[in-house]
Each structure stands twice: as structure tokens, then as C-alpha cells.
T-cell receptor, first 115, second 117 residues
Framework: TQLLEQSPQFLSIQEGENLTVYCNSS?????LQWYRQEPGEGPVLLVT?????EVKKLKRLTFQFGDARKDSSLHITAAQPGDTGLYLC???????????????FGQGTILTVHP | DARVTQTPRHKVTEMGQEVTMRCQPI?????VFWYRQTMMQGLELLAY????????DSGMPKDRFSAEMPDATLATLKIQPSEPRDSAVYFC???????????????FGDGTRLSIL
């Protein structure tokens, strides 16, 4: 069974601060996705990283996939109250077998940004 | 924008009752997933289908849960009999898996919040 460990589980910061969320596994994933979930809604995809060492930027959010494709990080610069939510990482398994297309989700990081 | 639609949004019922949750995946998507989300366990995969065929339901308690796709526009998750420990938010997600591409996103509905008294 492939597991993804996310840390920290909770993060409470002031507006303007920077933060990093980590997602680690002992398994290799073919790609890794980051989702954001707001109360009362389902998770929404933020980004997919595919290549080891890949870095993607989405405005103030920077996503990195580890060289060995076992870990990933999400860095937010100058956090804003609108960034508040649950952030989930999810690893995709490779081609072949019935697990193809299946995602393994981390436990999530609950981020609260105070004005 | 196309969306995954789940009904009902909220369900409160007494233990022992049958619960049916419905999901309309995005038209054209060939893979449907059912998840359960709780504070303690996070997001757990219960079952998933490709082209309406069940591929994996190992995450689902077999004695009381069942998942089906009667047609391409409807997926159902049933609990019979329901128990208080089944209280959670149940999400349906759909996606399009093509060839060897494994990084396709999943599109989630807004969930069914289930409370079993």
C-alpha cells in the first residue's frame, strides 16, 4: 500500500507570512497532484507535477516534485486570508493493472490565514 | 463548466435505515470514484469504476456497502443497514483516463454529508 504523509497537519499564520507544506512517501509516484478544498465543497485541483525535480508556479504558490518522485512541497508566499483551506497532496500510480488512474491522498493540511 | 453532481447534499437518518447516495459524473469521463472523508481518516477511497465496470472496492465494507453504475450518467453508493460510524462526507469524483496517461485530474462533486443517529 502506498502512503503519503503530509506535514504539518495544522498551520495557523498571519497574513503576509510564508509557509511550506510537505508531502512525503517511501514510494515512487508517476505524478503528484495538489488539491485545495474549502468548507462544504469538494477538492479542486491546483496543479499536477510529473517530472522529478519539476517546479511549477501558480501566482504566489510554488510546487516542487522531488528528484526521486517520492516527495513534494507546496510553498505559499505572502499568504492571504483567501488561501485558507484544506490542502491535499495526491500521488498517482503508474500504468498497468487495476490501480491505474487511482490516487493516494495525504491526510491534508488545514491552513488558516488570519487578517 | 461541467461539474460532478451529487445528491442529496445532506442526509440525516436513524441507524438501521438504508441510505442511497447518487452521483452524476461529468459527461465523457470514463472513471468514477467514491471517497469517504472524516477528520480522523482523511479522504479514503471506497470504490472506483472504469467504463462502468468495478475495478476496486477493497476500501468498502462489503457487508453493508454496495456501489453500482447502472448507466454512464449515474453512480450509486448504498449503505444497508447504516450505522453511526458511517457518518462522514461522501464524495464522488470522475476523471478521464486515456491510454498510459496516469496524471489525469479527478473532478469532485460537493459531497453528501451523512449523519447516522
Amino acid at each position: 500500500t502506498q502512503l503519503l504523509e503530509q506535514s504539518p497537519q495544522f498551520l495557523s499564520i498571519q497574513e503576509g507570512e510564508n509557509l511550506t507544506v510537505y508531502c512525503n512517501s517511501s514510494s515512487v509516484f508517476s505524478s503528484l497532484q495538489w488539491y485545495r478544498q474549502e468548507p462544504g465543497e469538494g477538492p479542486v485541483l491546483l496543479v499536477t507535477v510529473v517530472t522529478g525535480g519539476e517546479v511549477k508556479k501558480l501566482k504566489r504558490l510554488t510546487f516542487q516534485f522531488g528528484d526521486a518522485r517520492k516527495d513534494s512541497s507546496l510553498h505559499i508566499t505572502a499568504a492571504q486570508p483567501g488561501d485558507t483551506g484544506l490542502y491535499l497532496c495526491a500521488g498517482a500510480q503508474g500504468a498497468g493493472g487495476t490501480s491505474y488512474g487511482k490516487l493516494t491522498f495525504g491526510q491534508g493540511t488545514i491552513l488558516t490565514v488570519h487578517p | 463548466d461541467a461539474r460532478v453532481t451529487q445528491t442529496p447534499r445532506h442526509k440525516v437518518t436513524e441507524m438501521g435505515q438504508e441510505v442511497t447516495m447518487r452521483c452524476q459524473p461529468i459527461l465523457g469521463h470514463n472513471t468514477v470514484f467514491w471517497y469517504r472523508q472524516t477528520m480522523m481518516q482523511g479522504l479514503e477511497l471506497l470504490a472506483y469504476f472504469r467504463n462502468r465496470a468495478p475495478l476496486d472496492d477493497s476500501g468498502m465494507p462489503k457487508d453493508r456497502f454496495s456501489a453500482e453504475m447502472p448507466d454512464a450518467t449515474l453512480a450509486t453508493l448504498k449503505i444497508q443497514p447504516s450505522e453511526p460510524r458511517d457518518s462522514a462526507v461522501y464524495f464522488c469524483a470522475s476523471g478521464l483516463v486515456i491510454g498510459v496517461l496516469s496524471n489525469q485530474p479527478q473532478h469532485f462533486g460537493d459531497g453528501t454529508r451523512l449523519s447516522i443517529l
